[in-house]
């Protein structure tokens, strides 16, 4: 069985940072491009990151510009994980957080998300 | 960036009547590689989303057939031939085309 599984969300100050992590199981996680896509709360969805797999040439990242030189992407194939840095944070990035694996292929995943808010 | 459009953004159905959401882009999304990355996603209450439909007109596995997807260059349709009561829930379209990749602002699909 396919699964997600986001963790690391939880409450964090205006300025303060936090570290999202996606565990993969059931797939070959590494031949998979990867996705942070959030969701504040009553919203719609909002893409966030990506990052290319394994396979690639060249590794890729993309980011949206809402949170460009804040968040990285990053991932670990040895440990079928992808995570998500977030620094600098800030009201607007309170959301859940799920992660997705690429839309452009046959499949897709998604997990059930973790929920991040920035409150003092 | 690449604008998505839905319409309606609210979509009252009766059940076993057919209902249609339109996405519409700012620009066309037929990528250089000829594929058009138009996907659609449907988000029930308290779930995460879960596609429905992948480049423009592809259903993904276990995707009721009443679903289907059409359109291209800048125009594309979501059309449930049959609403259910297991539909309900909010509707999103989205381009991969180019970055970033970009959604629509949700359809509600609610049952009358």
């Known amino acids: 069985e396919v699964q997600l599984v986001e963790s690391g969300g939880g409450l964090v100050q205006p300025g303060g940072s936090l570290r999202l992590s996606c565990a993969a199981s059931g797939f070959t996680f590494s031949t998979y491009n990867m996705n942070w896509v959030r969701q504040a709360p009553g919203r719609g969805l909002e893409w966030v990151a990506f990052i290319t797999s394994a396979a690639a040439t060249v590794s890729t990242v993309y980011y949206a510009e809402s949170v460009k030189g804040r968040f990285t992407i990053s991932r670990d194939n040895a440990k079928n994980s992808l995570y998500l840095q977030m620094n600098s944070l800030r009201a607007d990035d309170t959301a859940v957080y799920y992660c997705?694996?690429?839309?452009?292929?046959?499949?897709?995943?998604w997990g059930q998300g973790t929920l991040v808010t920035v409150s003092s | 960036d690449v604008v998505m459009t839905q319409s309606p953004l609210s979509l009252p159905v009766t059940l076993g009547q057919p209902a249609s959401i339109s996405c519409r882009s700012s620009q066309s999304l037929v990528h250089s590689d000829g594929n058009t990355y138009l996907h659609w996603f449907q988000q029930r209450p308290g779930q995460p989303p879960r596609r429905l439909i992948y480049?423009?007109?592809n259903r993904d596995s276990g995707v009721p057939d009443r679903f289907s997807g059409s359109g291209s260059g800048t125009d594309f349709t979501l059309k449930i031939s049959r609403v259910e009561a297991e539909d309900l829930g909010v509707y999103y379209c989205?381009?991969?085309?180019?970055?970033?990749?970009?959604f629509g602002q949700g359809t509600k699909l609610e049952i009358k």
């Open positions: 480049k423009v007109s």
């Open positions: 997705a694996t690429t839309f452009r292929s046959s499949s897709n995943f």
């Open positions: 989205m381009q991969g085309t180019q970055w970033p990749q970009t």
